[in-house]
Structures are given as C-alpha cells and as structure tokens.
C-alpha cells in the first residue's frame, strides 16, 4: 500500500482524471476527500469507494472560493484528522475557438478555475501544512501549457500559469518540506475533450490522436499513476518536477 494511511484531497473528483485519481489512491490506502461542484458525480465516486473497500468523503466546494477551500481542510480534519496530499485537479476549458471570439466570462472562468484555484488551495493549506512539518501538492496542468494549439489561447494561458506558479511555489516550499509538482496530461478522454476539440466527430478525434506519438488520448489511470508516484514517499526527494503524461507530444 504506497498511500497507506495518508489523507488526500482531490479535486474534480467527480469524473475524468479526478475519479481515476482518487480511485487510484484508494487502492493503495489513501483516505480520499472527493471534491466537486457536481454533487451526483463526487457522491458516486466515494460510493464507489467505500463499496469496493476504501474510505472516502464526498465535500462539495468550488476551488474558486477560499472560504470552500477552508471548509475541504475542515471536512479533511473532521472526517480523517489531517491532510497529507492536495491533488489541484479540478480545471475547465473554454470552446476551441478564436481567441478573439472568448468572451470575458468564458475567460474569467478557466482563469478562477484553473489558476486561482491554485492560489486558494495555497493561501488555505500551506500555513496547516508548515504546522504539520510537511505536505504535498500535484497541480493537473496540461501539455497546452508547454506546447500550445491554436483556438485554445486563453486555456494554454492559464496552464501555463499554473505549471510556473507551481514551480515557484516548490522552490519557495522547499524549506518546509512541502513538496510540489506538476502533471501534464496530453488530451484525455474525459469530460472536457468536446470542448478541446470544437466538436466531438470520429474525424476530429483522429486529427489529434494523430500528433501524439503513442497514438492515443490520455486515459484517467495514466494521470492517476503518475500522481501516486509523486504523492507517495517514493517521490520525496522530488519537487518542482513537470512530468508530460502524452504518449511523446512533447518530444
């Protein structure tokens, strides 16, 4: 059991690579905080489970609220007695489009999501983090935050954002042995690929399975094992690392 008695928390952990990444750590003795905006998906992802063994909370809370992220390290306490691992997971995209076609809320959005959530998680969990003598983030960026596409401007943006302040984080971090890293998932087949794409057709599908070397999307257990590298004891001498889960896109 590589997480055995450690306590995390997951983000969009209601479907996609959320659910495979909390799943994940539940098979290998994580005590799992769900977290999502989608109450029906988070309560069916902790079902599942304590169905199959493990223990799980659902907590619904927007990673856009600092006062949600302070309620996630409450339920984390109250239900498990502490926190050891943030996995910043939960993240939205805006239409493939032209970037002079987003208009201010599509932007504020993937921004409040995907890089202020980050900033929350930080401003909540760091200080309990020093108290404890240590913890550990994983921030889900994207490969668009290293190697961006055309129609996705704003999204490869906040990436991009979130794998620098990550970074910055673990090296500012490092004295309290508070670990940081990033994972860069290539497309994956989750919730947000219509999006990415424009439109979901076998066409279009093709078109961008075609420049990932391995020739196909990401799949939720290729994040989720990815991230219990660098959230297990195995990882601890690494922080600030960047780990491009793409079948070689970013070669």
């Given amino acids: 059991m590589r997480l055995e008695q450690k306590v995390a928390i997951v983000t969009g952990g209601g479907s996609g690579f959320g659910e495979g990444i909390a799943t994940r750590f539940a098979q290998e003795g994580c005590r799992v905080i769900v977290n999502d905006i989608n109450v029906e998906g988070g309560e069916r992802v902790a079902q599942a489970i304590k169905d199959s063994g493990g223990e799980a909370v659902f907590c619904r809370a927007n990673v ?23 996995i910043n997971n939960a993240g939205t995209t805006h239409q493939n489009k032209s970037m002079l076609d987003v208009t201010d809320e599509e932007f504020d959005l993937v921004y409040n999501v995907n890089v202020k ?66 994972v860069n998932p290539v497309a994956g087949d989750t ?13 279009i599908r093709a078109k ?44």
């Fill in 64 to 86: 856009a609220s600092s006062s949600d992220w302070a309620e996630l390290l409450t339920c984390s306490l109250d239900n498990f007695g502490k926190l050891d691992i943030v």
């Fill in 117 to 182: 959530g980050i900033y929350y998680s930080a401003r909540n969990l760091v200080p309990y983090f020093r108290k404890q003598g240590g913890g550990n983030f994983v921030t889900i960026a994207s490969t668009a935050g290293i190697r961006p596409r055309p129609g996705l401007v704003w999204y490869c943006g906040s990436k991009a954002a979130a794998i620098i302040a990550s970074q910055a984080m673990a090296v500012e971090l490092a004295p309290d042995k508070i670990r940081v890293n990033v």
């Fill in 191 to 203: 919730p947000l690929l219509a999006k990415f794409m424009g439109e979901d057709t076998p066409e």
């Fill in 208 to 251: 961008f399975a075609a420049v990932i070397p391995l020739g196909r999307f990401s799949q939720p257990r290729d994040i989720a094992n990815a991230c219990l590298y660098l959230a297990s004891d195995e990882a601890d001498f690494i922080t600030g690392a960047c780990i491009e889960v793409d079948g070689g896109r970013c070669v």
